[in-house]
């Protein structure tokens, strides 16, 4: 997940969307094509810019086939679920497409992804992929149906301007929940149209809800969502109540946005675009791709970014061990099921991850490396000032439960902090209704009080 972003368009409309753009003119008699479908938004290029190199490459030693590009326009949710409806039917599934690592597992039950481990054991470059990275990719049978192209992890970005001038000593890092509000109450006290600490929360946002904000919370407290060992899903977790609790002051002192500016699904426009270059924002929850829209080329460029921002980690709680929590996603290319050329659209996939097209992606996007040569790479080291930074979150970070049924389960996190920014419920009552939503959506017996 990089960033909230639009609300999902209609089933419909999506389906017209996918229909349209993923049925393209028939290739001329005796040649090949392979349709590549992937995320674009205004703000997020890099995998356009990276996919155009590769067919370029690709078709130059590939005569007589034709690489067919086929962006998807929307943020996370919409093109989760546009490209659900063409994986559905054989007659608009993609040849390749962009995967996010959460939903491997469940595409992989549904019979809509190539096994790849026959591919894998020729191509020599697969050795330089993290372990970590590549385990995003297995599925419980241990096979291996996607490539990882970069990971990411979440951190507290904060404008050191606006902490000056509060009289906050830096660098900044919070032990604990207690000194992220009371940093957050001197900003407010110092300069009250400042927005002190922003956090994501509501269904507006979707997907940045949970893991730009909520999980670092839960985590934080040493609840979890899903527990591991017995494959069920945590019920009745203080920490649940806690962090719904968390939110509940932050957004009830207004030391957060306004419960209105939450539920607007592109207040992350306002967060990178207007408030922190301005210095109407103290601090927020955010990935670690977030200098990429300051950078040189991005969507907001901000010259000034690398001096006035700084970056912390998260802190647990009460400061217990491990002392900081992370979040991490990334994405993956992975090969349709039904390709009818499976040998050229692995040759493809190879292509489009070689190292110089991985490193210009890593640039372009801030990602984390995933390939050793990437993350040796000078210009990755030097890209901006807090690749160090981010990168060491790895040792502390969590990944989302790779099922079928998280993307309900996600949902629902979100409703119970919506209803609890917007005063409609108590964090005890929120954490009830969820409880019971989580039992609805999975059945009772794959539930655990914990």
Do not use: H
């Amino acid at each position: 997940m990089r960033r909230p972003g639009l609300k999902s368009m209609s089933l419909i409309a999506a389906a017209a969307f996918i229909l349209t753009a993923c049925t393209p003119a028939s290739p001329q008699e005796g040649s090949k094509s392979l349709k590549v479908v992937y995320q674009k938004t205004d703000s997020f290029t890099a995998l356009e810019t990276m996919f155009q190199a590769a067919k370029q490459e690709f078709e130059a030693a590939n005569q007589g086939v034709t690489v067919e590009l086929l962006p998807i326009q929307g943020n996370d949710d919409d093109y989760g679920t546009k490209l659900a409806l063409a994986l559905r039917s054989p007659s608009t599934a993609p040849d390749v497409f962009y995967e996010d690592t959460f939903k491997v597992r469940s595409d992989v039950d549904a019979g809509y992804l190539l096994k790849l481990d026959s591919y894998l054991e020729g191509w020599a470059d697969w050795a330089k992929f993290d372990d970590g990275a590549k385990a995003a990719g297995r599925a419980d049978d241990g096979g291996t149906y996607a490539v990882p192209l970069g990971t990411d992890t979440r951190a507290i970005w904060y404008n050191k301007k606006v902490f000056e001038a509060a009289g906050i000593s830096l660098p900044w890092q919070p032990r604990d929940w207690q000194e992220i509000l009371d940093t957050a109450r001197k900003i407010k006290a110092d300069d009250p149209s400042v927005i002190p600490f922003n956090m994501y929360a509501g269904k507006g946002t979707g997907e940045g809800t949970v893991m730009q904000g909520f999980y670092e919370l839960l985590y934080g407290t040493g609840s979890t969502l899903y527990d591991e060992e017995s494959k069920k899903w945590v019920v009745g977790s203080a920490g649940f109540k806690d962090s719904l609790g968390f939110l509940k002051t932050l957004y009830d002192e207004g030391l957060a946005v306004t419960p209105a500016e939450a539920l607007d699904a592109n207040v992350w426009k306002k967060v990178f675009g207007e408030w922190f270059p301005t210095g109407k924002l103290g601090a927020t929850v955010e990935g670690s791709y977030a200098p990429s829209f300051w950078q040189d080329g991005g969507s907001y460029e901000w010259p000034g970014y690398a001096q006035d921002m700084a970056v912390a980690p998260f802190p647990t709680q009460d400061g217990g061990d491990p002392g900081a929590v992370s979040m991490s996603g990334g994405w993956t290319l992975a090969i349709g099921a039904g390709t009818k050329e499976p040998d050229l659209a692995f040759k493809f996939l190879s292509t489009a991850l070689n190292r110089d097209n991985s490193l210009k992606f890593t640039l372009d996007s801030s990602q984390i490396a995933v390939r050793s040569d990437v993350a040796g790479d000078s210009g990755y080291q030097a890209a901006n000032p807090f690749v160090k930074d981010v990168s060491g979150l790895v040792s502390v970070t969590r990944y989302r439960p790779a099922t079928s049924d998280y993307p309900r389960i996600s949902a629902a996190v979100q409703e119970a902090t919506e209803a609890v920014i917007t005063g409609a419920k108590s964090p005890e009552q929120a954490a009830a209704d969820y409880d019971a939503a989580v039992a609805d959506i999975v059945g009772g017996d794959k539930t655990v009080r914990k």
